[in-house]
């Protein structure tokens, strides 16, 4: 598997998610610069996290209007799999790609801990090596981490098995409490209707070593590599 | 000579006080040139001379600091200290303060104080890979301290989060001295190649000297003025001198200087910080015994009509100056540009040994370099030493009632409870090579890509400087080279950030040199010298003095990251291990602050020769993998760390007194309480052999109990439940930030 890390200027998780899909695919990601609209056929596209040009005016909205996100915009249209991770997911909610906005945290403050993630489905690239229901371990890093969308959408996404990743307890319950930013029905992440676009608040490649204290990222990687290879 | 025409007010001796200048001062300004100076002149001599700047009432007991050692690549006097940490590679690291604009504007005080240390340590060619932090506010019931705690963290947390460097530890602590002046320091570490260290020495005649990153506005004009004066009831007014911080660009000009560091376009690099363009240029034409021509009108300006006074005092954020190869000026434009920062050619360096400002083609001002950088003034400022506190009889303490109680008490008191509510703020796991995250002895940071780490640590105890400063002063030191070795590192060296009051007073001159010079014991015991700093003078407001805070910021190097230690305790039924020697010192102790109210009483002596001991002793039990978890012993004591082994492991544990001699064993309460310092607490399977080894390296050491259970037992069965303690320990911050005013 070809993976591509686009950066932006203000992106900071782009080296952590290249290492991360270093080691899951045993090649080096293409890493593509904002500006840069023509770059080689790739099997998977990862937005990563960080502050895509300050984050100014609204999360990812800037980066939405980029050359580079045109050019994603495109190839996730012919059904090449995107991943947005953090910013990524703010990108891609701004892109239209995936429905909904994320707002400013319910309790107004930047929140970095890990949380604990139902696996909605297994049925998808992403979560192939998860188990439906499989409770996981993940950290977050964000302000804007507020997932919102109207009703018919939130409808629309569960009727289409939509919904990745729900924040719960230990016993895999979603529930307020588990919850760190005031998301809708404690969403963490959603899917495009092919389920070949993922966008989540959770940062997985800070959780894919047993040095970093856990493993629980890895396996969406490892997933990807075993369903694009 | 006739100053250079301008057309400003002219200057007199009222105007040089309004600048700061004493009239000696003004005097020698007078002798040097030879002349009066302009306003644009005076301005430029007022920062310069600055306390904060010139260091001229702290230089003479500095230069006493050990500051050699045979990792040490550069001591004091660049922008950060660089230390080889082997395989081609260098820490390099500095701690600084951001005091006063941290009180006025808490947001931009401190998110700005974050971005003036990282640039100090990129422009030495290091990424930088951690943040830590040492904050002290006010009284917890005074009615600015939660405005200031909420904003400061924002800030700190606005600015690291958004540049993508993990803050991964630190220190909060509140206390009534700091209510009208809290202290924010900052630090940073990064990673160079060795062989790659940019210095700020500026050469060759003719260079380009190059202007990057953000524009120049009229922010913080005179900060450094400000930095230098004690605060009164007005300060409000000084709001203006605040910088506005913008990370985003910060963030750019990291990813442009580290990409054209790689390259061997740079011949000198130097961050505008404090007296921005002054400073900057100052500094690297003095430090490269040449000149300097600069056209001020190529300075990119934020606003029109921008005099050089203001474009030479700004303190906007986010910029630097370069001297670059006279062929790769291009390769060097083209790199910023492609980071979408400003770069703009603004002179030349000379060979005539003075500054010349040119505006419009016109000279608005024109100084001798070396009089100014290196000829500043020095005071040796009278002292008195700190009279010596009698000392507190553990006897004389009256035991409680229920040791759990105060336990549970000690655990929920602002200075010891948990501070998660400030960390979750900010990103710790960014860079993904945070391996000990906030919370534990140290911060321990994977080198990327290796299987070495680097672990951090800031660490100061005001209460003991106050009372005996030359103790607190070693004891900070020591202190921070624990919390090292507690992780398993080999502390490598330290940054300390010296923040004091008025020193103009021979009391707080007193409480200075007594710190430094308990610091300058603790840093040769234990070779560990002091590579880096900053002082920070005149926190004072309306004549009250802050408590005397040498912070401490220590790194230290771990070569093989399957041998971290952590302070949680590891499994079932370990013995658990006290090493070092328990006298019950209850002196200045959290113990007697929360029970009695009493700060009084000597800090507990340190003996460096027994630190030096048992802290080798434990680093070698770590490294040979002999221990499962380990703790250093301090606020609270005993008690204090074995609570936080068991709530940090999810894992209670039963102890018991050793027996003793009736003699020497010191009353329970001060037994579990005391803050005996050169301490730690192990976990082991074969409790037996740790004592066995530590008794053949000669280091004191006694099996205290075991792990297991939900509850902590206390000797004579006092327990108490771990839910109990994780509710107090965690409770108390996110409780007291939601409380209405």
Redesign the interface.
Known sequence: MQAAVVVF??S??D??VQ??LRHATGREPVMVWHKDASFEAVDLIVLP???S????LRSGAMAAQSPVVKEVVARAGRGVPVLGICNGFQVLTETGLLPGALMRNGGL?????DVLLRVETSQSLFTCRYEAGQVIRI?I?H?DGNYFADGDTLSRLYDRDQIAFRYCDADGEPSAAANPNGSRHNIAGIYNDAKTILGLMP?P??L??P???GIDGRLMFDGLVEALS | MNAPAATQPEVTQEVAAQHGLSPDEYAQVLEILGRTPNLLELGIFSVMWSEHCSYKSSKKWLKTLPTEGPHVIQGPGENAGVVDIGEGLAAVFKMESHNHPSFIEPYQGAATGVGGILRDVFTMGARPVANLNALRFGAPEHPKTRHLVAGVV?GI??YG????IPTVGGEVNFHPAYNGNILVNAMTVGIAPADRIFYSAAAGPGNAVVYVGSKTGRDGIHGATMASAEFSEDSDAKRPTVQVG????E??LIEACLELMATDAIVAIQDMGAAGLTCSTFEMASKGGLGVELELDRVPCREAGMTPYEMMLSESQERMVLVVKPDKEDVARRVFEK??LDFAIIGRLTETGRMVLKMNGEVVGDLPIDPLAEASPEYDRPWTATPAAPETDATDVPPPEDPGRVLTDLLAAPDHCSKRWV?????????????R?PGGDAAVV?IHGSDRALAATVDCTPRYCRADPRRGGAQAVAESWRNLTAVGATPLALTDNLNFGNPERPEIMGQFVGCIEGMREACRALDYPVVSGNVSLYNETNGEAILPTPAIGGVGLIDD?SRVADVAFAGEGEAIVLIGETRGHLGCSAYLRETTGREDGLPPPVDLAAERGNGDFVRGVIAAGRVTACHDLSDGGLAVALAEMALAGGLGASIERPNGDGETLPPLHAWLFGEDQARYIVTGADGAALVRAAEEAGVPAAVIGATGGEALTLPEGHTISLDDLRAAHEGWLPAYMEEQQ
Not at chain 1, 109 to 113: L, Q
């Open positions: 200027p203000g900071n998780c080296r952590d290492v991360a996290g960080g502050f040009y300050g984050d100014y403050k930047f929140v970095c801990r950290p890093a302000g940062h490649e800070r894919a070593e040095e970093l204290g | 924002a947390g606005g989060n958004c540049v993508g913008d990370p985003f660009t963030k750019l980071w979408g960390w979750e703020q900010y990103d710790h796991m960014v860079m993904a090579d945070t391996v995250r994977r990251l």
